[in-house]
Structure formats: structure tokens, C-alpha cells
């Protein structure tokens, strides 16, 4: 059985959420794993380098479902490791300053896309059209350096529960029709 590893972004990890909701979908065709923040409100790099090293087993077995910083988080991980997992779903990812949040500069260092450009076979990238947060413009950036497809979608802002985004069909639509080895 594959596994699948959750890593949720910058304030992430609510008990009611689409990573929740998706992980229990995919629960009994994959071993689902959540790579837990110690303190997901604290943008510090050196803490969530921390915490994805020690959530992390067998990365380059593994396939990865990302929500915005838990993206950069696991590149620098992916990078750091010199591994490649089986594939990736990059959920409003990033790799340039974001205007409100200055304290997110930390985590582009080192960051050379080149490296796993052409490597993240079984991959995507998805944004929303309205996502206040991030724009999709820099998440088709991310798509267009990794050479991954790129799912724009006309709603769903950052794709927070705060957004009213719950259930989010796409991410285990994606790993069913991609991911499932059997």
C-alpha cells in the first residue's frame, strides 16, 4: 500500500478541514500520514524544517499532498535529502515574497527549482483564480519551473476552512486516478 503524507500550510491543521476530510477518503486505498507543525502560526523555517524531517519516512516511497508553506517546506526537505517522492499535489504553492508575509523570506533560501525540475513525475500544482493570499499567478510559476501540470480553479480562495473549503474532490480524485498503484 502507498502512502500519502498531508502537510498543511501556515495556520493550518484545524481539526475541520479539507486535508482532514480528503485523508479519510484516501484512507483505505493508501496509508495516509499527517506531518504535524509543532506550532503552525510561527512561521519559523529552522522549526518546520525540524518538524517535516522527523514526519517524514521513506520520502523517495511516498507520494505528498501540500497546502502553500508545507510546500516550500517539503521542497527544502526534498532538496536538503537529494530524494524525489513518487509525486506531488501542490495545493496555492509559492517560491517568491508574499507581500504580508515578509516572515515567509527565510524559507527561499536554497531554494533551486532547476534541481527538481523534470523529476516530480505523477504531479500538479493547484490555485484558485481568486486566492487572496497568494495569487495563482506565482502558483503557475511553481507549475511552469517543475515542468507539472497546472489546475487553475474559479473559486476557492486560499483554500482554507475559513473559506468554507471543507471538502476539496480534487485532491483525492488526483491520487484514485494517479497515484493508486493496485
Not at 24 to 37: M, S
Not at 91 to 106: G, K, Y
Request: aromatic share 14%; proline share 5%; charged share 25%.
Amino acid at each position: 500500500m502507498s502512502k500519502i503524507y498531508f502537510v498543511d500550510g501556515y495556520g493550518g491543521s484545524p481539526p475541520v478541514n479539507w486535508l482532514a476530510t480528503e485523508m479519510r477518503k484516501l484512507n483505505d486505498t493508501f496509508e495516509v500520514e499527517q506531518i504535524f507543525i509543532g506550532n503552525p502560526t510561527v512561521a519559523n523555517v529552522e522549526d518546520w524544517d525540524r518538524d517535516i524531517e522527523k514526519g517524514i519516512v521513506e520520502a523517495e516511497q511516498s507520494y505528498f499532498v501540500c497546502h502553500s508553506l508545507g510546500y516550500i517546506s517539503l521542497l527544502r526537505f526534498l532538496l536538503r535529502n537529494r530524494v524525489v517522492p513518487k509525486g506531488c499535489l501542490f495545493v496555492s504553492p509559492f517560491q517568491q515574497s508574499v507581500e504580508d508575509f515578509p516572515e515567509f523570506d527565510a524559507y527561499f533560501e536554497e531554494i533551486d527549482l532547476q534541481k527538481l525540475s523534470d523529476k516530480l513525475k505523477d504531479s500538479i500544482v493547484i490555485s484558485a483564480e481568486n486566492d487572496e493570499i497568494i495569487p495563482w499567478q506565482y502558483s503557475q510559476l511553481v507549475a511552469k519551473k517543475l515542468h507539472i501540470p497546472f489546475l487553475l480553479l474559479p473559486e476557492g480562495n486560499h483554500f482554507r476552512s475559513s473559506d468554507g473549503i471543507i471538502e476539496f474532490p480534487e485532491v483525492s480524485d488526483f491520487a484514485f486516478q494517479y497515484w493508486n498503484e493496485e
